[in-house]
């Protein structure tokens, strides 16, 4: 019977619809699940616009500087305390030139499409390993389809 049930599966054809009724049932059920917005983040947000022209890094800027002050971070777990806020960012040396010429490079971070799905996913905690893992196997899938039907053509 388990045999049958994994020779169905593996059909290419099938997984990718079993997948969207899946998520469609997860998705149905996430909109009608209430849902409200949780202000004890660990790493809570200024207010909306308070950075800008301030600090490059707005609106990510949590202040600190990297493993010299450590930034004001709240403690999920205390027995961390004493290590908490010391690394809250990092920059490449070309996103440092960036942001040491531009007040905009923290604003570049959210136009690009990783940046605007960590803002969309900011206060849904633990919906974006949802969201990559669904990216990572649709992209497989997309790879199999084509890799399967590359000498039909």
Known sequence: MIGK???FLSKPKV?????????????????LTPHYLN???LY???????????????????????????AKVKAQYPQYLPDL????????????????KSYFFGTTIVSTPG??????????RGMDTVLEST?????FMIFSYLYLKRDEE
Do not use: M
């Open 5 to 7: 049930i994994w020779n």
């Open 15 to 31: 997984v990718p619809r079993i997948f969207s009724i899946c998520l469609a049932f997860i998705f149905i059920f996430g909109l």
């Open 39 to 41: 202000s004890n983040q």
């Open 44 to 70: 809570p947000k200024p207010p909306y616009h308070s950075q800008i022209l301030k600090t490059p890094l707005a609106p990510y800027d949590r202040g600190g500087v990297p493993l010299k002050e450590p």
């Open 85 to 100: 806020g010391w690394i809250t960012a990092y920059l490449t040396p070309i996103a440092i030139f960036i942001a040491s």
């Open 115 to 124: 940046g605007i799905l960590d803002e969309i996913l900011y206060y849904t």
């Open 135 to 139: 990216i990572l196997l649709l992209s």
